[in-house]
Structure formats: structure tokens, C-alpha cells
């Protein structure tokens, strides 16, 4: 096998195991406006249906660099105390693709002063290697032919989510169950499961306020800490403006990898658009490019006397 097929295979091997590991959940910079990603106790908070779409491409410049594509919907069950949600996404770098579906439940308590969800999720994430995608001076190497089979991954989670107009606060574990993928003898994609991974647990947790500054406009500080077993602790922390309850404009920061700038516009009662720039600051920042993240939400208001507009998170 020649030398570039052989860093390409190696390229793609090492994808799996980091798929499984610190880079199993996707990141985003609009985190605010899609939280129902990383904590099921988000379901029903909008007291609408609400549709989300997020479509993030990373590092540009660099083929095969990660990009990630997810839709989410949840809504109050019949105007009660549960909350239910549908979270679906596809991640890929370079030839491997990770798919998930996710369904949520939320259970709302109301509290004196805004609401506590108690929330968990369940569902699965399949993987596969594109290997008929990597470009070879051979056509007949039968290592590169075919793609390795979908294997899927079971798994849950679980979360808590306290809200009112103007604060949150969450805490969530997404992913509970540990799977451990590897390539067998026969080019195909096998799955080891132990119940708990207590070495790779994904912890997040998040928060957000809004203070009233001036009658035109508001301001929004908010931070996600993430926390992985055995890896260092990352953060964001980011400052925006909502001007005219119209006009976000806003940045942020993320530990050990990028500063953000981040736009959002809110067209009318039910749509809001929003798009972010990241440009790393790592080793790679003269050959990555930027990242770029856009996103849109739509809500049904069936319950108008209820539904805060705009939504702040």
C-alpha cells in the first residue's frame, strides 16, 4: 500500500476512536439557542412547537475538516407539566460519519420564581468509515472499495434545567453509556459496550442572564463549562446585545481553541435567523480558515398569551 493510502486509512481509524471519545459531542457556538442538544430538560420551555436548524463547518480551509448538521423540535405536551423533543444530527470528518437520533422527556415543577425541568433522553448514534471516498492511484484495492457498515450505538442521558424569563441555569450528562468501536480483521466496524464510563462522561454545564440597560436595549452574558474525564476542562464564555428586541450582536471565547463574533435577527414573532464566525486561535489558525455556523428557529405560538417574544435562550 502506498504511502498516501496509507496515512488516509490511518487518518480514518483514528477518527473512530476520537468519535467515541473527547470529540463524541459536536460543538456549537450558538449553544444558547440550541440547548436542547446537550440537555433534555429543555424540551417544552418555549411553551410552543419549536423547530431548530443548525448547519456548523469547520476550519474551511482544510478538506475534510469537521462539519456538522442537526434539527430538533420540542413542544409542550397538551399545555401540561411534560415537555417532549426530537433531537437528530449527522457529524463528519473526513470519511466517518456519525448520525444521531435522540428522543427527549422534560418534566416541569413550577417554582416561585420560573421553572425547574428534570429531563432525560434516549436514543442511538450509528458510525461508518466512506472509504469508496478516498481517491487512490489504484482502482482495484479492495481496502478502499467499499464502505465499512453502519454499526449503531445505544445510548441515554439525563438533565436538570431552571429557567425563568431573564436567567438559566443547567446541568446535563447527554451521554451515559460507554461505546468502544474498533476494525476487525474484516475491514467492518464492531462495537464494545460496559455499562457506565466513568472516565468519559460528558458534564455541561450552563447559564445565561439578561439585564435591562435601556429601554432600546439588553445585554446577555452567558457561559457553557464542559467537563470530560481525563481532558481538560473547556468553557465559553460569551457577551451579546439584543438591540430593539430585534438585533442580536454579540462575541465570545472558548478555552483552547477560538474567539467568536455572533449575529442573530429576529424577523418576526416565529423566526429568528442567526450566524456566527470562529477563527481559532491554535496552530492551525494560517491553514484552517474560519468556522462558520448558521442557524434558524421557527415556533408555533398555540398559546400566545403565554409565549415570551423574543426568546432570550
Known sequence: MKARKFLLLLFSLINVSTFVSAQSEPMFTQYT???????PAYAGSHDALSFSTVYRRQWLKITGSPTTKTFTAHSQLLRSRVGLGLTAYQDNIGVSTQTGLFGNYAFRIKMNKGNLALGLLGGYVAYQENLSEVQTND???TEFLNNTPAVFAPNFG???????????????????????????????VERITSSINKEELHLFLASGFVFDVHPLFKVRPSGML???????????LNLATLLLNSVWI?????????????????VND???????????????????GGTHELSLNYVL?????????????
Do not use: C, H
Request: glycine share 6%; proline share 3%; no cysteine.
Open 226 to 236: 464542559k467537563v470530560v474525564m481525563n481532558a481538560p476542562i473547556e468553557y465559553d
Open 270 to 288: 416565529q423566526l429568528r435567523v442567526a450566524y456566527s464566525f470562529d477563527y481559532t486561535f491554535t496552530n492551525l489558525r494560517t491553514v484552517a
Open 250 to 266: 454579540g462575541g465570545g471565547f472558548r478555552s483552547g481553541d477560538a474567539w467568536n463574533v455572533m449575529s442573530a435577527v429576529q
Open 139 to 141: 482502482n482495484d484495492d
Open 33 to 39: 439557542f440550541n440547548e436542547i442538544f446537550i440537555n
Open 158 to 188: 439525563f438533565g436538570t434545567y431552571y429557567y425563568t424569563k431573564v436567567f438559566y441555569f443547567g446541568v446535563s450528562v447527554p451521554r451515559v453509556m460507554y461505546n468502544k468501536l474498533f476494525i476487525n480483521q474484516n475491514n467492518e
Open 301 to 313: 405560538r398555540y398559546n400566545k398569551t403565554k409565549v415570551t417574544s423574543p426568546r432570550y435562550f
